[in-house]
């Protein structure tokens, strides 16, 4: 039996794993900032591990709730969430690349892989993307599956994978917590309207 792990160093603030969504203090943002919370812990994520300091603007080693709130502050302008949220890979694209490019980083790239492809294709992409320690943020629309209610219609980060022989398991981190499951499962939503990964790399010179 083969088995593969890899787990990011994911950071804490107070006493959740990345941010929490229920701290919001601005009601659209408690209600529909999640595409913004995976863009911040995407940011303080590649300062703290890539050195890309201009990402955030406070210090990435030492966290708090007064700092992320003005930070999420900040990213809300390029991931502000609409009635339906910010529910398309194009939208969080454009929104991302306009903050990296505000930030002067030019040496990174996005695309999005849509839900449409298979999830093999995706588990290829988020290992690649997880063993080059980077987040891989996740959009998950309708689900067929009552177990995966909590993460319909959200956007949260992947910061892990486990494989067991042909399983795949995904860390799911969102709310401040974790969850591990499945992709073959989480992929197959049952649905024709589709969310999708992020795709984030360095451009090569």
Same mark, same amino acid.
């Given at each position: 039996?083969?088995?593969? /792990?890899?787990? &990011?160093?994911?950071?804490?603030?107070?006493?959740?794993?990345?941010?929490?969504? *229920? =701290?919001?203090?601005? =009601?659209? $943002?408690?209600?529909?900032?999640?595409?913004?919370?995976?863009?911040?812990? &995407?940011?303080?994520?590649? %300062? +703290?591990?890539?050195? $890309?300091?201009?990402?955030?603007?406070?210090?990435?080693?030492?966290?708090?709730?007064?700092?992320?709130?003005?930070?999420?502050?900040? $990213?809300?302008?390029?991931?502000?969430?609409?009635?339906?949220?910010?529910?398309?890979?194009? +939208?969080?694209? %454009?929104?991302? +690349? %306009?903050?990296?490019?505000?930030?002067?980083? *030019?040496?990174?790239?996005?695309?999005?892989?849509?839900?449409?492809?298979?999830?093999?294709?995706?588990?290829?992409?988020?290992?690649?993307?997880?063993?080059?320690?980077?987040? @891989?943020?996740?959009?998950?629309?309708?689900? /067929?599956?009552?177990?995966?209610?909590?993460?319909?219609?959200?956007?949260?980060?992947?910061?892990?994978?486990?494989?067991?022989?042909?399983?795949?398991? @995904? /860390? %799911? @981190?969102?709310?401040?917590? !974790?969850?591990?499951?499945?992709?073959?499962?989480? =992929?197959?939503?049952?649905?024709?309207?589709?969310?999708?990964?992020?795709?984030? !790399?360095?451009?090569?010179?």
């Amino acid at each position: 039996m083969s088995h593969i /792990k890899k787990e &990011l160093d994911y950071f804490h603030i107070h006493n959740g794993l990345g941010w929490n969504q *229920n =701290w919001f203090l601005d =009601w659209s $943002m408690y209600d529909g900032g999640c595409g913004a919370v995976t863009a911040c812990d &995407l940011c303080i994520h590649l %300062a +703290r591990q890539k050195g $890309m300091n201009a990402l955030y603007p406070y210090n990435a080693y030492n966290l708090n709730k007064k700092d992320y709130l003005e930070f999420s502050s900040i $990213m809300k302008s390029y991931l502000h969430p609409s009635w339906q949220g910010i529910d398309t890979l194009e +939208r969080y694209l %454009a929104g991302l +690349r %306009a903050y990296f490019h505000h930030s002067g980083i *030019n040496i990174l790239e996005t695309e999005g892989l849509s839900g449409t492809l298979s999830w093999q294709k995706a588990a290829k992409q988020i290992q690649e993307q997880i063993d080059s320690d980077i987040l @891989v943020p996740f959009l998950l629309l309708y689900h /067929k599956n009552y177990a995966l209610k909590d993460f319909q219609w959200h956007w949260f980060n992947l910061a892990g994978y486990e494989i067991f022989d042909t399983e795949f398991y @995904v /860390k %799911a @981190v969102t709310y401040g917590n !974790f969850w591990w499951l499945n992709l073959q499962e989480l =992929w197959n939503t049952g649905y024709r309207k589709k969310g999708g990964i992020i795709h984030i !790399f360095f451009i090569e010179n």
